[in-house]
């Protein structure tokens, strides 16, 4: 069985980094995203598994990403 695909969507390259090495050595997936419009890419593209999401970021928050 693959491994789920987590979408980490974070304005914070620090915050994202950390998250991607918890996440990657834990076995899942990881692909990232710096702000809610590259999110939304990302999701139309290749459709994951889980979505942790910043609420508090430029150019498409986390609120008007869940909207979308």
């Known amino acids: ?3 789920e695909q987590v979408l ?3 304005d914070s390259p620090t915050i994202t980094k950390v998250v991607q090495l918890v996440l990657t050595k834990a ?3 990881v692909s990232t995203a710096a ?3 590259q999110g939304l890419a ?3 593209a290749n459709r994951p598994d889980l979505i942790l999401l910043d609420f508090v970021m430029p150019r498409m928050n986390g ?3 869940c909207r979308e």
């Open 27 to 29: 076995g899942y997936r």
């Open 42 to 44: 990302a999701v139309r």
């Open 8 to 10: 980490v969507i974070d």
């Open 1 to 3: 069985m693959a491994a």
């Open 35 to 37: 702000d809610g419009e």
């Open 63 to 65: 609120y008007q990403f």
